[in-house]
């Protein structure tokens, strides 16, 4: 028979203490120099307040909060990248940051910078917003003015570094007209690429290349009917009648007559001679002119590629200062609303 003496036990009881005393005595060696060591994780420095002299930072895209957290440090806005780190992640907010420039300070404690950095005020960038018609070199102008970069530096961009379509003669058509926001490190190519790339993604929306065959046209000609509608409609409805009334007129082989192509040949807004040898004067020339005469809007492609029903072939604005337009399909009519429209002119 095997049992358990007393005796037996004693060893075990004996080292089981040993190894006791021994952690214990292990956990206190650690006391001092593991706290020294802890502490940075746990309790990072951290500055309080608000903070002071004004520091711009830059937020690189794709950075991780941890990035972020670095750039501050660096630039001294907050006193450890611990400090930031925890702050986001306790407020589960590290998703929420966006590449940019922002106007930090220095000295901020860690929960304030993050505060800064979701604040809309915060972030340093020029909007710039471009309205629907305007040509290459009206648009350029207005980039400029508003984005404060060269005006010759963004005329002096390569349409191929900005990847316009492959049916794009060049930049005309193509600057779509919208609102955009402009980096103080931004190139006049990053923004004439952005507002080049919203044609794009607008385009594809639209299926333009698609919709375009189905009103017998080339990408290129439905942007450039487009781009008529835009200048020659004086209210959103016309947009597609007037779109109509080119189709009916090109259908029935008869020239568009339309200033709006004309005084572009003549670079102006307005006509001074009515007839030139620039293949966009449609008054001698049949047929759609080589290419857009202005950056249409959304709307105005929408008309192109989706006419209104109508037989009219055409179209007088017979009060400008009410945007009133009047369509038909007789030409005496058309006389009268010529007559019409000098009249509220004063043209008489």
């Keep these: 028979m095997t049992g358990c003496s007393p005796c037996s036990t004693q060893p075990a009881r004996r080292r089981s203490r040993a190894l006791a005393l021994g952690l214990t005595a292990s956990v206190l060696a650690l006391g001092a120099g593991g706290h020294a060591v802890l502490k940075p994780r ?7 307040g608000g903070g002071g002299e004004p520091v711009t930072v830059r937020i690189a895209p794709g950075a991780t909060a941890a990035d972020v957290a670095s750039t ?3 630039a001294g806005v907050v006193a450890s990248v611990g400090s930031f780190v925890n702050v986001a992640e306790q407020r589960s907010m590290a998703s929420w940051l966006r590449p940019g420039h922002y106007r930090l300070r220095r000295g901020m404690a860690a929960a304030a910078a993050l505060d800064l950095l979701l604040a809309p005020g915060s972030r340093v960038v020029r909007r710039v917003t471009v309205p629907e018609g305007l040509r290459v070199e009206e648009t350029l102008r207005r980039v400029a003015a508003q984005s404060g970069l060269p005006l010759n530096e963004l005329r ?8 316009t379509p492959a049916y ?11 609102t955009y926001e402009v980096e103080p490190a931004a190139r006049g190519v990053d ?22 065959a189905r009103v017998h046209l080339t990408p290129l000609e439905a942007v450039t009917v487009a781009s008529i509608v835009q200048v020659e409609a004086c209210a959103v409805p016309d947009y597609p009648k007037i779109a109509r009334v080119i189709y009916n ?10 200033g709006s192509t004309l005084a572009y040949a003549q670079d102006g807004r307005t006509v001074s001679v009515t007839r030139s040898d620039s293949p966009y004067d449609t008054f001698t020339r049949k047929g759609l002119p080589p290419g857009p005469i202005a950056n249409p809007g959304e709307k105005a492609l929408m008309a ?11 179209f007088v604005t ?9 369509f038909t399909n007789k030409e005496s009519e058309f006389v009268r609303y010529r007559k019409e429209l000098n009249e509220n002119l004063g043209t008489n």
């Design 72 to 74: 501050l440090a660096g």
């Design 42 to 48: 746990l309790y990072p420095d951290d500055f309080d």
């Design 156 to 163: 002096a961009v390569d349409p191929a570094l900005v990847e």
């Design 168 to 178: 794009a003669a060049g930049l005309e058509g193509f600057l779509f007209p919208a």
């Design 249 to 258: 007129r090109l259908r029935r082989g008869l020239p568009l007559r339309l």
């Design 318 to 326: 017979t009060d400008p200062l009410h945007r009133i337009t009047k």
């Design 191 to 212: 923004v004439l690429a952005a507002m080049v790339e919203r044609f794009g993604v607008t385009a594809r929306q639209l299926r333009l290349r698609q919709r375009a």
């Design 304 to 314: 192109a590629l989706y006419p209104a029903r109508g037989d009219w072939r055409w």
